[in-house]
């Protein structure tokens, strides 16, 4: 027979030897303000990096990264930034 406390999923505690409930994963709506906002900070970054693009562009990706289903393409960008100012290269076998 199973109990109900060994049904509760456990994680360990900040006490040594000690286990205590692990928290629920915090899942939040995808409210279309919250997609707004994100699509806003898209643009900006967008505009800043000079890539092209429009606002249906930026409130569909905003809905694929709420989602889960799409990186950040500022983050990326962000990314590929860092390598070129270190001189390294984006592709494998650049240079070629």
């Known amino acids: 027979m199973t109990t109900v406390k060994n049904q509760i ?8 030897g000690r286990q205590t409930p692990a928290e629920p994963p915090v899942t939040r709506a995808i409210t279309p ?13 967008r ?5 092209p693009g ?3 562009s930026d ?3 905003a809905e694929r990264e709420l989602k889960g289903s799409a990186p ?3 983050a990326v ?3 590929e930034i ?15």
């Open 72 to 74: 950040d393409p500022c």
């Open 47 to 51: 505009t800043l990096s000079g890539r």
């Open 33 to 45: 303000q919250l997609i707004a906002e994100r699509a806003y900070q898209i643009f900006e970054c």
């Open 9 to 16: 999923r456990m994680s360990p505690s900040p006490v040594r």
């Open 82 to 96: 860092k390598l070129l100012a270190r001189g390294e290269t984006l592709l494998a076998g650049d240079g070629d």
């Open 59 to 61: 409130w569909l990706q």
């Open 77 to 79: 960008h962000e990314a």
């Open 54 to 56: 429009d606002s249906t």
